[in-house]
């Protein structure tokens, strides 16, 4: 996503050497565990028989491709259908990993120097929220699986390697389809921000214009809170941006662009310009700054990804759990947390 000109911030070294040490240290548990290096973390929890999250890998590994929602309409590998891994709560969860195919995002450097690429990140961050929200009953449909479009681009989507304008909106308006397709009672874009030296931050975006506003906003609330709050508890103090209204946010790439005002992910139709908005409430997270080194780092690292999913998996199940009334109240039944 393109800068959203917030104010600079003065570096912090204490952030960055707190992140360093905890990515240490988890690296370090895990390549002495049985769960291996992948999986960063999770050795260092006691062990709770009959947890769901502690095969969750092993379980994802059976179907790691999905079932097409519409092999005809959409590029391959893209919307694919994962069904539950445990139990089936009979909800579907549409997650969109943003960018992908000739449109590679933001590209950031770490604090180490490393280049990476908005897609890549966003992608890896759905695949280990897919898996969390599977182990706990729900379908998931996602926007793709590889680095491939959504869309099936035509020529007038593409100018050389990038997406044209036209391009541009196709394939984000395929993600809407997708998720229409599917019957997705909530929809999740992830992308990464990036911005001037300095600009570091978590922000979700809502539209504000469709019938279901106060579902859309409920919904970012949940998220931004949930992701942001597990960040923040392993100490590494990103600021919070809030949530936003999606009016006037994200990239403007034609006067038409400009003009319609909104996040296609999540905003309405407007004749002659876009003519398949989502039919679900939907929220978009940027979870960090990719430009910024240490939120870069955060982003890059096995670790981060997965502090980013298990606080995403957290906010939709708190959006789609059930509402129990009892004579003293209402209240919410509770919702696991994922660690």
């Given at each position: 996503?393109?800068?959203?000109?917030?104010?600079?911030?003065?570096?912090?070294?204490?952030?960055?050497?707190?992140?360093?040490?905890?990515?240490?240290?988890?690296?370090?548990?895990?390549?002495c565990s049985p769960a291996g290096p992948g999986r960063?973390?999770?050795?260092?929890?006691?062990?709770?028989?009959?947890?769901?999250?502690?095969?969750?890998?092993?379980?994802?590994?059976?179907?790691?491709?999905?079932?097409?929602?519409?092999?005809?309409?959409?590029?391959?590998?893209?919307?694919?259908?994962?069904?539950?891994?445990?139990?089936?709560?009979?909800?579907?969860?549409?997650?969109?990993?943003?960018?992908?195919?000739?449109?590679?995002?933001?590209?950031?450097?770490?604090?180490?120097?490393?280049?990476?690429?908005?897609?890549?990140?966003?992608?890896?961050?759905?695949?280990?929220?897919?898996?969390?929200?599977?182990?706990?009953?729900?379908?998931?449909?996602?926007?793709?699986?590889?680095?491939?479009?959504?869309?099936?681009?035509?020529?007038?989507?593409?100018?050389?390697?990038?997406?044209?304008?036209?391009?541009?909106?196709?394939?984000?308006?395929?993600?809407?389809?997708?998720?229409?397709?599917?019957?997705?009672?909530?929809?999740?874009?992830?992308?990464?921000?990036?911005?001037?030296?300095?600009?570091?931050?978590?922000?979700?975006?809502?539209?504000?214009?469709?019938?279901?506003?106060?579902?859309?906003?409920?919904?970012?609330?949940?998220?931004?809170?949930?992701?942001?709050?597990?960040?923040?508890?392993?100490?590494?103090?990103?600021?919070?941006?809030?949530?936003?209204?999606?009016?006037?946010?994200?990239?403007?790439?034609?006067?038409?662009?400009?003009?319609?005002?909104?996040?296609?992910?999540?905003?309405?139709?407007?004749?002659?310009?876009?003519?398949?908005?989502?039919?679900?409430?939907?929220?978009?997270?940027?979870?960090?700054?990719?430009?910024?080194?240490?939120?870069?780092?955060?982003?890059?690292?096995?670790?981060?990804?997965?502090?980013?999913?298990?606080?995403?998996?957290?906010?939709?199940?708190?959006?789609?759990?059930?509402?129990?009334?009892?004579?003293?109240?209402?209240?919410?039944?509770?919702?696991?947390?994922?660690?």
């Open positions: 996503m393109p800068p959203r000109g917030r104010r600079p911030r003065a570096p912090t070294p204490a952030r960055l050497l707190a992140f360093l040490i905890a990515a240490a240290l988890a690296a370090g548990v895990a390549a960063p973390g999770r050795a260092s929890r006691p062990a709770r028989p009959q947890r769901a999250d502690q095969d969750r890998p092993r379980l994802a590994a059976r179907d790691r491709t999905g079932v097409p929602v519409d092999p005809a309409y959409f590029s391959p590998g893209a919307c694919r259908l994962f069904a539950p891994l445990r139990g089936n709560r009979s909800l579907t969860v549409f997650l969109d990993a943003g960018h992908g195919g000739p449109d590679p995002g933001a590209v950031g450097v770490t604090s180490s120097g490393r280049t990476i690429v908005e897609a890549r990140q966003t992608l890896a961050v759905v695949r280990d929220a897919t898996t969390l929200l599977r182990g706990d009953g729900f379908t998931v449909v996602v926007s793709r699986t590889g680095a491939g479009p959504v869309a099936r681009l035509g020529p007038g989507d593409t100018s050389g390697h990038l997406l044209t304008a036209d391009g541009v909106r196709d394939d984000i308006a395929a993600r809407a389809v997708c998720a229409n397709m599917a019957h997705a009672s909530a929809l999740v874009g992830v992308y990464y921000n990036s911005g001037a030296a300095g600009a570091a931050g978590c922000i979700t975006a809502y539209d504000p214009a469709r019938p279901f506003a106060a579902a859309n906003r409920r919904l970012a609330g949940l998220v931004q809170s949930a992701v942001l709050g597990a960040m923040n508890r392993r100490g590494w103090d990103i600021p919070d941006a809030g949530v936003a209204s999606d009016t006037g946010l994200g990239s403007a790439v034609s006067l038409a662009d400009a003009a319609y005002g909104h996040l296609i992910l999540l905003g309405p139709a407007k004749r002659g310009y876009f003519t398949t908005p989502s039919l679900m409430p939907g929220a978009l997270i940027e979870p960090l700054f990719i430009t910024d080194p240490f939120e870069a780092s955060i982003a890059a690292s096995p670790r981060g990804r997965h502090v980013i999913a298990a606080g995403l998996a957290r906010g939709i199940e708190q959006y789609l759990a059930p509402v129990t009334v009892s004579p003293a109240g209402a209240g919410s039944q509770p919702v696991p947390e994922h660690r």
